[in-house]
């Protein structure tokens, strides 16, 4: 761990080597990780050179004065850098593979409107735009999918976001989430055999304070002044990373 932690100090004051050996030491958990998004259309080795990306960002802004494994952390960020990729990879080769057919649709459905006065049928969409009805029907909704993420939505003081942004600061939420479990686990873990059962008590088994005070063999006044020293001292180690 303690190797480990000057590695890392090393290659974020801008150490080539230290960043080199950490990437090689690591490059296990990235392929690891990218075996969990096989079958998808993507070439693996793409994936693991996305997965390396999110790897080097973990390196780049890991803090080393905290408790925590760094491949605890770097796992949730190595996952969100191939889940992003898989996500906007994804939008741009609906649009681009179906943008022809879908202007052919758009304008075809346009004119036959206008001139029948009415919503034209799928055949008669697909005989106008020269397409088959099925080549229509994945154009209509390639198009959907596309355009509702670009969708603008109101927020409460006027401002005007996309659905897109939303998209994007829930998976960023997400993925912070899962960073805050795994680094709660790991002060809880980190704290003696007593403190650790006390906190389980309290907040995996919600049981009182009196009812901890039996377990533990010590007053309900003893657990209530245990218990807020060990959240404040974690409560600074949590903000230390943050």
């Known amino acids: 761990m303690a190797e480990n932690a000057v ?3 090393r290659a974020q004051a801008g150490e080539k080597e230290a960043r080199e050996v950490l990437i090689e030491q690591n490059l296990g958990l990235v392929r690891h990780i990218v075996k969990r998004f096989s079958g998808r259309g993507y070439e693996t080795e793409d994936l693991f050179q996305i997965g390396v990306i999110g790897l080097i960002k973990s390196i780049d802004k890991f803090n080393t004065s905290y408790d925590v494994k760094f491949s605890t952390y770097a796992v949730p960020l190595i996952t969100g850098e191939i ?4 996500r906007d990879d994804g ?7 179906l943008k022809e057919n879908g202007m052919k649709v758009k304008y075809a ?11 034209p049928t799928l055949e008669e969409v697909a005989s106008e735009a020269a397409l088959t009805v099925e080549e229509v029907v994945l154009a209509m909704e390639a198009n959907v999918q596309v355009e509702s993420i670009y969708k603008s939505v109101y927020q409460n003081d006027g401002n005007e976001i996309f659905m897109i942004d939303q998209i ?13 479990h795994l680094v709660v686990h790991q002060l809880i873990n980190g704290l ?6 006390l906190i389980k008590l309290r907040y995996y088994q919600e049981k009182t304070q009196t009812e901890v005070a ?9 657990v209530s002044r245990m218990e807020k020293k060990i959240l404040l001292t974690m409560r600074e180690k949590f903000n230390e990373i943050h």
């Open 7 to 9: 590695l890392i100090e």
């Open 83 to 86: 889940k992003r990729f898989l």
């Open 91 to 97: 939008m741009v080769k609906v649009s681009r593979t």
């Open 109 to 119: 459905r346009e004119r036959l409107g206008n001139e029948k006065n009415r919503e």
């Open 168 to 180: 994007a600061d829930e998976k960023a939420n997400e993925q912070e989430t899962v960073l805050n």
């Open 192 to 197: 003696p055999q007593k403190e650790q059962k």
């Open 214 to 222: 039996k377990v533990l063999g010590i007053s309900q006044v003893q």
